[in-house]
């Protein structure tokens, strides 16, 4: 089965109603390809407005969901929340609320099992900081990773995983497509050890990390590269270019 081109933008937290309205009606009124999946993850109180103003092809993602039912946890959202917003994604995990709000591979696992048991599709980051690259531990990171998130989940069909590496996220410094494409094939044969066949071939990795117009056609063209999780470029009108990156 091929997989779907995904193309997901991650506004983190950038953007005013207005902006993300604008956002929206742009996405709405672009010659999008059809045969890319495009999902949209804007600040949480935006939520609600950018499912609002997209068209239905176009899918919404929190940036962060909790694993619990509803119920008295302050300042969290739960997944039959984000279901009853018509919000049917969740990024988890990605580095920024794993170095900066603490978030460890266990708490990571334990949400996304939760999201994908309660019918929320999940974009599952991970990645490795420049010192563990250069430290010649990337592909070994990444698998501890990967780990700590089986020991949770079971069923895969309903995530997705992004390869942001740290030291390209917010930097301009892309990784190449040799880069890139090389740990991407790790996770899949990862997959294929781990978990099945199945997985290997339908689970969908993204790349992540400076991701523009410019860098996209490249990197699309590898074979274990199905999409992109785009931060800066994504709250821009360039962000077309990236969905029609195969056209
Ligand atoms: P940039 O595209 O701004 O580097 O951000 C990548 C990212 O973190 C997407 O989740």
């Not at 890319?36 to 176009?58: G, M, S």
Request: hydrophobic share 40%.
């Amino acid at each position: 089965m091929a997989r779907k081109t995904l193309v997901a933008a991650n506004h983190k937290m950038n953007g005013t109603l207005q902006s993300v309205k604008e956002i929206c009606q742009n996405l709405n009124n672009a010659q999008l390809d059809p045969n890319v999946e495009t999902v949209v993850a804007p600040p949480a109180i935006y939520l609600l407005a950018a499912r609002e103003t997209l068209k239905k092809e176009i899918a919404v993602a929190a940036q962060n969901v909790f694993d619990k039912p509803n119920g008295a946890f302050t300042g969290e959202t739960s997944a039959h929340q984000l279901k009853d917003a018509s919000v049917d994604w969740a990024i988890l995990g990605h580095s920024e609320r794993r170095t900066i709000l603490g978030e460890t591979d266990e708490t990571v696992a334990s949400k996304t099992k939760y999201a994908t048991d309660n019918g929320i599709s999940v974009i599952w980051c991970c990645g490795e900081s420049l010192e563990q690259r250069e430290a010649g531990k990337t592909l070994e990171v990444i698998a501890a990773q990967l780990a700590a998130l089986k020991k949770e989940v079971s069923d895969w069909s309903k995530i997705v995983i992004a390869y942001e590496p740290i030291w390209a996220i917010g930097t301009g410094k892309v990784a190449t497509k040799e880069q890139a494409q090389e740990v991407h094939a790790s996770i899949r044969k990862w997959l294929k050890d781990n978990v099945s066949q199945q997985a290997s071939d339908e689970t969908r990795i993204l790349y992540g990390g400076s991701v523009s117009e410019k860098n996209c056609k490249e990197l699309a063209q590898e074979a274990d590269i199905d999409g992109f999780l785009v931060g800066g470029a994504s709250l821009k009108p360039a962000f077309v270019d990236i969905i029609n990156c195969k056209k």
